[in-house]
């Protein structure tokens, strides 16, 4: 259930280092963002995630996600693939654009 998601999020985030990365995967989560793991992934990793993640399971669930935390200039964004290869989820790509030149990515 959610509790069990919420103390695997709180595990995971607490073993990972303070600074820029990706977090993804298919984190079940049935309630949606209303749920402790998504918000806790979501704080922690707070660029471009998507405030209303489209459906990857079955059309109407949205259980693949990507979180960034980016350094200062860079960007990211999630979109879903053409396919599902496959797979019964549709799976989410990610993709992030670097600073230009002029801009620290250790800030």
């Not at 995630?49 to 949205?62: I, K, M, N, Y």
Request: net charge neutral.
């Amino acid at each position: 259930g959610d509790g069990i998601r919420a103390r695997q999020m709180d595990a995971l985030l607490a073993q990972l280092p303070q600074r820029p990365g990706v977090l993804g995967g298919d984190l079940n989560i049935w309630l949606g963002t209303r749920e402790h793991a998504y918000r806790a992934a979501a704080a922690r990793f707070p660029d471009a995630v998507a405030p209303d993640p489209p459906p990857t399971f079955r059309e109407r669930l949205a259980l693949d996600h990507l979180f960034f935390r980016l350094p200062a200039g860079w960007r990211a964004r999630s979109d879903l693939a053409e396919s599902r290869y496959g797979s019964d989820h549709v799976p989410v790509v990610g993709a992030i654009e670097t600073a230009p030149a002029s801009i620290d990515p250790n800030r």
